[in-house]
Every structure is written in structure tokens, then in C-alpha cells.
């Protein structure tokens, strides 16, 4: 068993927002005793091609938030996404709220600041953030008391945050038909991932785990729920007692064979910077374009 109380006779009420775009799920988690929430993993939109960001998806979110009456206490990053936008400040600004992400933004930081060429005036300390959680550290949504966990190697900052019998575990894993994020990014690592991956399998086999991301492999419905016991018997990847040598054999191999996310150089931009667009030397919001560097 994990070394943190797991309060598996709290379960959160749980509504999810699913981005066509991106594929990404967002969460709106709620306090059942209490009208506080969070906000997990949400989406700003962004036409790429025409440099143009709308706020759709957030605006939903918000919407939702407001319609049942609630309070929200945190907006949480389970890690610096490469795939999709942060809405982070535009939700903070319409309800509040804490944005929190893991310590180990830093690392990110300081690796994507200097593909990105970001001068001294981009600070490298996570300051951008609200809260910084380390390993195990815990916070409270309303009566409820959620605990954050180290699992790095798709990216060194990775967290998931288990909250109740609930666990949203960003990109350390996906449903069992899909099995794992790649870990070929700068600072990601198989082996890492792999055991990071066993961290999340030592929950409680009932604990359910939250999707930030579903492809709908083989042609099936988006789906984004399943629980640890469903994963350690059936991912694809993982599950039935893989070994780590295994792992690590099949991700690097696969990675190797992956293009880069679409969105990814937009994404490392703006969610290093806790969703906050860059700007130029006249205060414009502007994105670079590294060359030869990803």
C-alpha cells in the first residue's frame, strides 16, 4: 500500500469535458460535502495556422462551475502538457482559485527555456505557479484531502493526484487498449516511466483512474475511466506482469517511430509559463518556432 492515508469511502463527483481538438479530457472535480471543486487538466483553444486562441472549452468549464454553485478552490496542471494549451489564467481570472502544478517544473523550465531561447527575464523557479507540490504532498478541496505523486518520465514534472477513490494520472497512463504516453521527450525516460507506472498500480485495485487523454484505439468511443485493478490485468503495455526490460524495450522502439505532437511547440511555450502566452519586446503575445531543436 502507498505510504499516505487513501480515503477510498470519499468518492468526488466527477464531470469530464472532452477536447476533439487535442483529445484531451479535462475535470471539473467536486467536493460532495462541500460546493468546493478543481479544475484539472483544462484546454485553451488554438487555430495553429492562424495564430488565433478562443476560450470554447474553458468557457464551458466555467459555465458548469457557475450553473451548480461552486466554489473553485484549484486549478491543477498534472503536467506540462505538449499536446494542448492551458486555460489555467483565463479560469483563475473568471473564478479563482489556486493553480498548482509539481516542483519539478523547474527542470522544464529550465530544459524548454533554452530550446525556446528565452532570455533572463523568464524565470526558471516556477514562480508563474501558485503552489508547487512535491512528492506526497497534500491539499484540500473543500473537506476533501488529495495527495500528489511524483510519477515522472514522460516528462520529469509528471503528477498524479489522487483524490478520494479517485486518481487523475495525466499522461502516465492510458485506458488498458491504449497503454502508456511516450517518454522521449527531453527529460522523459522509459525505465522511469515504467516505474512511475508501478506507483499508480499500487492504489487500491477499486481507486478510479482519470484519463487526460483517449485516441479511441481500433475505432471504439472516447472513453476515459477505468480503475487500477482494469489496468494492471489488461493494459496493453503494463499489465499482466511485464517486465521492465520489456517496457523499455517496446516504448523506446515505438517512440522512435513517433512524430512530434501537433501542438507542441505552442503548448511547451505556454504551459511552461502556467498558461500565460509569451510576449515580445513590445508586449504583444508572440510564440517562437526553434529550429532543428525538438
Known amino acids: 500500500m502507498p505510504p499516505f492515508p487513501i480515503h477510498m469511502d470519499v468518492t468526488p463527483e466527477v464531470e469530464a469535458f472532452f477536447d476533439g481538438a487535442t483529445n484531451t479530457i479535462s475535470y471539473v472535480v467536486r467536493d460532495p460535502a462541500s460546493s468546493a471543486c478543481a479544475v484539472i487538466d483544462s484546454v485553451m483553444d488554438i487555430d495553429y495556422a492562424a495564430g488565433r486562441i478562443t476560450y470554447d472549452h474553458a468557457d464551458a468549464m466555467i459555465a458548469y462551475i457557475r450553473a451548480q454553485n461552486l466554489t473553485l478552490d484549484w486549478i491543477i496542471e498534472t503536467h506540462v502538457h505538449a499536446d494542448h494549451l492551458s486555460a489555467a489564467p483565463y479560469i483563475q481570472a473568471a473564478l479563482g482559485g489556486k493553480i498548482g502544478t509539481g516542483d519539478k517544473i523547474m527542470v522544464v523550465q529550465d530544459t524548454f527555456g533554452k530550446i525556446f531561447n528565452e532570455g533572463t527575464e523568464f524565470e526558471r523557479d516556477g514562480s508563474q ?6 512528492d506526497g504532498d497534500t491539499y484540500q478541496i473543500g473537506n476533501m484531502e488529495a495527495v500528489a505523486l511524483a510519477t515522472p518520465g514522460h516528462t520529469p514534472a509528471c503528477m498524479v493526484h489522487v483524490i478520494g477513490n479517485a486518481a487523475f494520472v495525466g499522461d502516465t497512463l492510458f485506458m488498458p487498449d491504449g497503454g502508456s504516453a511516450r517518454a522521449d521527450f527531453p527529460g522523459g525516460d522509459a525505465g522511469t516511466l515504467y516505474d512511475s507506472i508501478q506507483k499508480v498500480l499500487a ?24 480503475t487500477v485493478s ?30 512530434m505532437p501537433r501542438l507542441i511547440i505552442p503548448s511547451l511555450q505556454v504551459n511552461m509559463r502556467a498558461g500565460e502566452i509569451p510576449t515580445d519586446d513590445n508586449g504583444n503575445p508572440m510564440l517562437k518556432v526553434p529550429i532543428n531543436s525538438l
Open 129 to 134: 505557479f501558485d503552489a508547487l507540490f512535491s
Open 203 to 226: 492504489l487500491p485495485d477499486a481507486m478510479r483512474l482519470f484519463m487526460c487523454h483517449d485516441y479511441g484505439p481500433n475505432g471504439r468511443d472516447i472513453q476515459w475511466e477505468t
Open 230 to 259: 482494469e489496468e494492471k490485468a489488461h493494459n496493453i503495455h503494463v499489465g499482466g506482469g511485464k517486465t521492465k526490460a520489456d517496457f523499455v524495450k517496446f516504448r523506446t522502439e515505438r517512440d522512435a517511430t513517433l512524430a
